[in-house]
């Protein structure tokens, strides 16, 4: 019993981040930080090689792979701030739609919408990729199909 109590002792004076070190402050922070870095990197990475593939099925050239790391990174960070407010508006939307293919279909539409604005906006500036309309809508199509798929939380 007196091991579990020295422990639990331990535990409380070195469980506060206020009552250690600064080099452990340190490794704390930057352990957060790279875990950070790496977890946007990896969602970047999926979405960057989706993005190649559905390219490469459609057709679509591109000058060099920087062009195309480019325009995904451009999307990404775009998408993000899109998304927000696309998120906020199919969430208001589909919260009294009681029937879930009606609610499905409200934030398929919202999030076809809402990538196809980033995709044209991204697709507006860069001259290095240039996208056909159709290949606009497909992708935006099949975007806004998956994100409602990933999203349901409460299937």
Known sequence: MNEIRSFLVKKQEHGSFNNRNGKEKAIAIISIIILI??????????????????????????????????????????????????????????TYITDNKTAFIVQLFIGFLSNWLGLSIVDGFMTSITLSFKTKLIVALLLGILEPIFDNKNR
Request: hydrophobic residues 70%; proline residues 0%; without cysteine.
């Open 37 to 94: 870095v790496f977890v946007i990197g990896f969602v970047f990475g999926i979405f960057f090689f989706g993005f190649v593939g559905l390219f490469e099925i459609l057709g679509v050239e591109y000058h060099s792979i920087w062009s195309l790391v480019l325009f995904v990174g451009s999307f990404f960070v775009l998408g993000f701030f899109i998304d927000l407010f696309a998120d906020a508006i199919a969430t208001v939307s589909v």
